[in-house]
């Protein structure tokens, strides 16, 4: 990357810079391969960050059959972490999961877990999980919250075998209008489920795989405690990614945990942050990190700047990183900030190998909170920060009332949040599709097949504050 104009002397966010065309000769965005540079197996560089509210077993399967990569959050524990990973890991490459539920089930039942992916539909099997009928919402209306859903179900039903190929069953689906449908292999036996969005994607991303043509996982390990002895448990586990978590990553307790967790799992693949200078990428790298993360206070639901004082320019804070990063033969990670596609482009321009964030899909179908309504009748789910006096609370469940009440007042973070979800974009994979067709699309504009390539072309120059206000859409006319 390189700027259009003389580097500035003070430090620079997403908003303050922007990116412009260069000679191109990609023919089209969908030429543009978006595998990552860090060689962890992500076809797409988006990375859900382990937010206990976002990133939960749905995310994480979703994601990945999309080709990116959600880390699970520090404060599970190691049955329920194992639990997660063995149901992620068990998930069909191809056809989605579909919530099922008994004939003798009921109405009530299927609306509080609808919500719970985006087919917005449940399958009603038998007990051998053959399908019997088809849920929807539609269904429902009229009807009490404790009527069967075999007096409810639609028994007019289509099923797709897995022998079938994703363009066949689009183009079926399309020809008899209809969105959903079941998928069952040759016995009858239920499979997954396939929405028309759903076959298409599947023609356009590739799932994030590992050796053994698993869904990739990855779990975060705190610095405290005994880290090593985690790590050792999650790798016993088949997490392929460790990522080592706290605020201040550059710290003696973080070199000592890193080092730590290096040697207890020498071969597996090691993410530690967070920092946003030289020095601090520099001695994470020497301490054992494959990947860097890259960010201190940018995140939507962190008030630590606000709080402290504390933290750095995003986008400056990346480029910074990464430059020291690829001369030791790493990879940083840009964790937070982020709120449209642009400025997932901009940080993989700034080097980035992939993006992190949650907030931006706390709002969606996949998220690990509860799906509410509000008065007006409009879904929502509750968002907090890590650091948040919410989250601290759930992270020392374990130790005594005095030393969590003690850790509870020192908080950084927003502890509830409304996240509503969007309409247009209800699901993870409707803002993963927002996101990479941008990504693609400044990948043309820059003339890269690859995001190798991108960094190395991307021309960015600096704007006022009224050049990134021109820039934004109106809804109306002014």
Not at 37 to 58: E, L
Not at 94 to 105: M, Y
Not at 343 to 353: C, F, K, P, Q
Not at 383 to 389: D, K, V, Y
Request: charged share 20%.
């Amino acid at each position: 990357m390189r700027f259009l104009q003389q580097l500035p002397a003070h430090d620079l966010t997403y908003n303050d810079v922007f990116m412009v065309p260069s000679m191109s000769h990609v023919a089209s965005r969908l030429d543009v391969d978006l595998r990552t540079s860090d060689n962890i197996g992500t076809n797409i560089p988006i990375v859900v960050s382990n937010m206990t509210a976002v990133a939960g077993r749905r995310m994480a399967e979703t994601v990945a059959r999309r080709g990116g990569l959600v880390v699970l959050p520090q404060d599970i524990p190691l049955d329920i972490i194992k639990i997660v990973v063995d149901y992620v890991k068990s998930r069909h490459a191809i056809f989605e999961t579909p919530i099922t539920l008994a004939p003798e089930d009921t109405l009530g039942e299927a609306i509080s877990l609808i919500h719970k992916r985006a087919h917005g539909a449940v399958v009603v099997v038998d007990e051998a999980n053959r399908p019997l009928g088809i849920f929807t919402e539609h269904d429902g209306a009229g009807y009490d919250r404790f009527t069967q859903l075999k007096n409810v179900m639609n028994l007019d039903m289509v099923c797709f075998t897995d022998s079938q190929s994703v363009v066949d069953i689009h183009d079926a689906l399309v020809e008899q209008r209809l969105n959903f449908a079941p998928v069952i292999d040759s016995e009858g036996v239920l499979v997954g489920a396939v929405t028309r969005k759903g076959s298409l994607r599947s023609t356009i991303y590739q799932p994030a795989l590992n050796a053994d043509g698993q869904f990739l996982t990855s779990v975060a390990v705190g610095i405290n405690g005994d880290p090593a002895a985690r790590a050792k448990e999650l790798v016993a586990l088949g997490v392929d990614v460790l990522v080592i978590d706290t605020a201040h990553g550059h710290q003696a307790s973080m070199i000592r945990a890193l080092e730590a967790v290096r040697k207890a799992a020498p071969h597996s693949t090691v993410v530690a942050g967070n920092v946003v200078t030289r020095e601090g990428t520099r001695d994470l790298v020497n301490a054992g990190a494959d990947i860097i993360k890259v960010g201190v206070g940018p995140g939507a639901m962190c008030t630590t700047r606000m709080m402290t004082g504390v933290g750095r320019p995003q986008f400056s804070a990346v480029l910074e990183s990464a430059e020291v990063a690829r001369s030791m033969g790493k990879h940083v990670w840009a964790d937070g900030g982020v709120r449209y596609p642009r400025d997932v482009a901009l940080a993989i321009a700034a080097g980035a190998a992939s993006v992190m964030f949650g907030s931006w899909l706390a709002g969606t179908y996949e998220s690990a909170a509860d799906t509410l309504r509000d008065t007006e009748g409009r879904l929502y789910k509750e968002s907090f920060g890590m650091a948040s006096n919410r989250a601290v609370r759930n992270r020392t469940r374990t130790e005594s009332a005095f030393e969590r009440a003690k850790k509870e007042l020192f908080e950084e973070g927003i502890s509830t949040s409304r996240m509503y979800l969007d309409p247009h974009r209800p699901g993870v994979e409707d803002i993963i599709d927002q996101i990479v067709a941008g990504l693609r699309s400044s990948c043309t504009y820059a003339g890269a097949a690859t995001l190798e390539e991108f960094h190395e072309r991307a021309v960015v120059g600096v704007q006022s504050s009224a050049g990134y206000d021109e820039g934004r859409p109106l809804g109306t006319s002014w």
